[in-house]
């Protein structure tokens, strides 16, 4: 097999981008290292399209392996064959290769390895045979043998029937026919375990679908659900299907040995394939299901780090609460803490008094201009007394509810410990409520991405699979922004391309005992930071304080020549770098292209070159709109009402819509029919989270508390619907409309929501 040919064709590249990027993989060349500064070398690929394409080179290598070891084993076997190695060749899943290797693969005891220890086997070659002038209870009587178990005939014919079942159920091509007939046909059901099974579970007690239609939150609740033991679930083929499919490959004709082969058939599709084959497809449905999840929650981190940063503010965090009070935390432009304390806003007037005053006080001495609310308990009730103070004050304070999920989580942890020693556990998550709002991706790198709360069904992932595509998507936002080695964490450290945890806390250590450092090489000193790692690590560490001015910029060491002679040639100072005025003026005219040759450097890395040169260490989370920030009346859910306009922010993506929050506490649901005009797979190809977006409310559920939202204006025109065809089906779109779902036809399990069919 030829692998770089293969990920050439699957990904639509060219065969010396695969293959120069494959050989920078295998040299240990960090995926951010790579992206960022071997453009020229790989054509430019994304970060995250080079783990796409490394995560497919390792489930090829990995299959060709698997390949080389079932041909050694078969081999050993004496059994090797040109038909079975071609077809272990041919073969482009792990699945295909398992069931060539079944029939050779040493079993446990079963009823036809038990035949043939009595040597049975000839009988069942006769018999499969299916000569019509074949008496098979005759045959048998040859066999009947006291010494080895065997009876009488019938217990011959039984045993040779067993063997005939195994060998049938080993049929590679057959199975592979089974599968697909299951994908085809297979329809996946679920009923209640028991009488007294979880309520919340109550969809999917009569439950049924096509499996090629299943849904992948529906199958992971499904999972769910049979895991915690409320759902029984199966996938079944129309009623002898499968036996059909089984005949067709063994049955010859009507004799009484035909009828033989069609009953063992009919036993081996019932006793050995169908629970085989329905295994492995729910296998393989968990499984397409947890990658989409996990693609979902990627991308829902990625967005949530990569979100705008409230820069230069003085923050007030609060950390709402009932009987404790409700957490408060200052902290300045840098995230140091300047004061902290405790209110209680909802125990009586009198205290609720004392809140103002002694909030009031915060916000005049230490000049703050922005507060973030952590949206858990209490929230609402901070959130009003937040809006009515900062009517009340003589100053311009906005505010904002961000997620405190995982707050709690850091907050008790050992690296919150290390960083406030001297504070309480609650006040640490008011601290880290405030940096959120600050910089979200320098605070939410010190939680385990599972804990941040932007998934669906994050708790059911493969744990290794799950904590590789997260650390990745951390490890690309973190690298894309840079970080100032002066100041940042080490938790945020160790996500710096070719720097590990123990690396990361060397940095601070040296930073500690020999102060700030004053240049890109002084990280060599560093212990256990080698050549290796400094070319990995130099160019995504910014030194603010250094004398040369592309140690503060994403500019690598390497290309600092080239720099150089860029800025000569345009005739700028070194001095002038980041004056964007300038250094624009100063290229005009010029031909990158011819630069790049002249520069003997690429055009690529050219390109990064100047946009740093104009605005060094560049934050390109700068480049998108900034949050939505709140100063105005605070609303609740009996002042909503449909057809009402508000803007929002939007806080989850999942497979079925997206939940915005509006300022009502209560998060609106989005369904994905009301995501746009037009058909759409995923809600993910319309809205991200982060998004700020303009809604208008369909429908407020006062009972369960529940806002579905739509985002198709309603003083537009409706778009026509499409010409359906015969049986309800788009003519276009090829599928069944599916109607809209308001946020009470979505369930809670497990903290996640699972969209309700409707009956």
Request: charged letters at 30%.
């Amino acid at each position: 097999m030829e692998i770089n040919k293969i990920l050439a064709q699957e990904f639509s590249l060219r065969q010396e981008q695969v293959d120069n990027t494959v050989a920078l993989l295998d040299d240990d060349k960090t995926i951010p290292f790579i992206a960022r500064y071997r453009k020229e070398v790989t054509g430019s690929l994304d970060d995250q399209v080079i783990r796409e394409l490394f995560d497919r080179l390792t489930y090829l290598r990995n299959l060709e392996k698997r390949k080389q070891e079932v041909i050694n084993a078969i081999t050993e076997q004496e059994k090797m064959t040109d038909e079975i190695a071609a077809a272990i060749e041919k073969a482009v899943t792990l699945v295909e290769v398992e069931d060539i290797y079944r029939p050779y693969k040493p079993k446990r005891k079963t009823r036809a390895s038990v035949a043939r220890e009595k040597g049975l086997e000839p009988l069942a070659e006769l018999i499969l045979a299916q000569n019509e002038n074949t008496d098979p209870d005759s045959e048998a009587q040859a066999f009947v043998s006291e010494e080895k178990g065997v009876a009488d005939a019938a217990a011959a014919v039984q045993g040779a029937m067993d063997i005939i079942a195994e060998d049938v159920s080993d049929n590679a091509e057959l199975r592979k026919m089974l599968r697909e007939a299951y994908g085809k046909v297979g329809k996946i059901s679920s009923s209640a375990a028991s009488e007294d099974a979880d309520v919340v579970y109550k969809n999917y007690f009569e439950y049924s679908e096509n499996v090629s239609k299943t849904a992948g939150h529906r199958v992971l609740a499904l999972d769910r659900g049979e895991k915690e033991g409320a759902l029984k679930v199966s996938i079944d083929i129309p009623e002898g299907k499968g036996e059909e499919l089984c005949r067709g490959q063994y049955v010859k004709n009507d004799s009484a040995c035909g009828k033989l082969v069609a009953a063992a058939c009919d036993d081996s599709f019932d006793r050995l394939i169908a629970p085989s084959v329905e295994r492995e497809i729910r296998a393989e449905l968990s499984q397409n299901a947890q990658e989409g999840a996990i693609k979902v929650f990627s991308s829902n981190l990625r967005q949530l780090l990569m979100a705008p940063p409230v820069k230069n503010t003085v923050t007030l965090g609060l950390d709402p609460g009932y009987l404790h009070g409700c957490k408060c935390a200052v902290v300045d432009e840098t995230g140091k803490v300047l004061d902290t304390g405790i209110v209680y806003l909802t125990q009586g007037e009198r205290r609720k008094e004392e809140a103002r005053r002694v909030i009031t006080e915060m916000i005049k001495k230490h000049n703050v201009t922005t507060i973030a609310i952590g949206n858990g308990t209490a929230s609402r009730e901070t959130e009003e007394f937040t809006a009515e103070l900062l009517r009340s004050i003589d100053r311009k304070v906005s505010y904002m509810v961000v997620s405190e999920a995982g707050a709690s989580v850091y907050s008790a942890s050992k690296l919150a410990a290390e960083e406030f020693p001297d504070y309480d556990v609650s006040l640490r998550s008011a601290v880290s409520i405030a940096r959120r709002l600050q910089d979200p991706l320098a605070e939410l790198v010190k939680i385990d991405p599972k804990a941040i709360g932007v998934g669906q069904y994050q708790h059911d992932m493969p744990k290794a699979r799950m904590d590789d595509a997260l650390k990745g998507v951390v490890e690309d936002c973190v690298n894309s922004v840079g970080v100032d080695v002066n100041t940042a964490s080490y938790s945020l450290l160790s996500y710096i391309a070719g720097i590990n945890s123990a690396v990361a806390k060397n940095i601070v250590l040296y930073r500690e005992e020999n102060g700030a450092f004053t240049d890109r090489k002084q990280l060599l000193k560093v212990k256990k930071l080698g050549a290796k790692a400094y070319e990995q690590c130099a160019g995504f560490l910014r030194v603010p304080e250094a004398k040369n001015p592309f140690d503060n910029t994403g500019i690598h060491p390497e290309s600092y020549a080239a720099a150089k002679a860029l800025l000569d040639k345009c005739g700028v100072a070194e001095s002038d770098v980041g004056d964007t005025e300038k250094l624009t003026e100063a290229m005009k005219g010029q031909d990158l292209a011819e630069l790049a040759k002249e520069l003997d450097t690429g055009l690529p890395t050219l390109t990064d070159i100047v946009k740093e040169l104009e605005k060094p260490g560049r934050d390109p989370r700068d480049e998108l709109p900034p949050p939505l920030m709140r100063s105005g009346d605070v609303m609740e859910l009996k002042d909503l009402t449909p057809g009402m306009e508000l803007m929002g922010t939007v806080r989850n993506v999942i497979d079925f819509g997206a939940f915005v929050d509006i300022g009502v506490h209560e998060d609106g649901l989005v369904h994905i029919s009301q995501l746009c005009d037009k058909f759409i797979k995923h809600p993910l190809e319309v809205v991200k989270v982060g998004d700020v977006v303009k809604v208008w409310v369909l429908d407020v559920d006062m009972e369960r508390g529940r806002v579905s939202l739509t985002m198709k204006d309603p003083s537009k025109p409706a778009a026509p619907k499409p010409e359906k065809r015969r049986g309800g089906k788009d003519r276009k779109q090829g599928r069944k409309q599916d109607k809209s779902v308001s946020l009470s036809d979505v369930t809670s399990i497990g903290g996640i929501q699972i969209r309700r069919r409707k009956s």
